[in-house]
């Protein structure tokens, strides 16, 4: 009676094969449940990383749009050359800004001359950023005293320009003729390890 009732308790215990089988299981689902988590996060951090460069981009062209579309008449209006430097497109383009938000002169009197273009992100870094050099437009040539850097975009490649010329029905790499305006201007900005950004603005009013 008594080694019966010895033996009818251990069946109801487990053995240690059975506690390590249950706690290797246990191990195996919440590392797959772990890496399910952080799968998820870091998708969603690449997202919100895409999604705020997009961003960025998007606001780019809406500053560019507004301030081209509302260049001013006469010389000087706008003018753009080609530049190239390790084999990489560095293009620039100058126009004529009014005080205004777009380019941080809201409570500034008179016009400025902007010039956007790329720069190095550190002092000697191959990492390069997307600006404006901004100063007013009377300012002499070549005092540089009063001009600032608006920064735009960050890690950019290279930076090219084009414009389309109506006159000869076709893409030109530089705009010389500043008493005229182009009705198209491309750009394309490349990005390291990303496709290159495309976009073109349309300028509001036909040149002359």
């Not at 460069?53 to 081209?68: I, K």
Request: glycine share 8%; charged share 25%.
């Amino acid at each position: 009676m008594f080694t019966a009732a010895v033996k009818r308790k251990h069946t109801f215990g487990f053995t240690l094969l059975e506690v390590i089988l249950a706690a290797a299981i246990m191990g195996l689902m919440s590392l797959a449940i772990f890496r399910f988590v952080q799968t998820n996060i870091t998708v969603l951090r690449i997202s919100a990383m895409e999604s705020m460069e997009e961003a960025r981009y998007t606001g780019l062209l809406e500053l560019l749009t507004a301030q081209w579309q509302d260049l001013p008449t006469g010389v000087g209006a706008l003018a753009g050359d080609t530049y190239k430097f390790n084999d990489r497109p560095r293009d620039e383009i100058v126009w004529a800004c009014s005080a205004g938000p777009g380019l941080l002169t809201r409570y500034a009197g008179g016009e400025f001359t902007v010039r956007m273009r790329l720069r190095p992100m550190k002092e000697g870094s191959d990492r390069l950023q997307l600006g404006c050099y901004r100063k007013p437009r009377d300012e002499a040539e070549g005092n540089d005293e009063n001009e600032t850097w608006v920064p735009l975009i960050d890690d950019v490649g290279g930076l090219r320009i084009r414009y389309f010329d109506t006159r000869l029905n076709a893409w030109v790499e530089r705009w010389t003729d500043t008493g005229t305006l182009p009705r198209l201007i491309e750009l394309i900005i490349q990005r390291p390890n990303r496709p290159d950004w495309r976009a073109i603005v349309a300028i509001g009013r036909t040149p002359l």
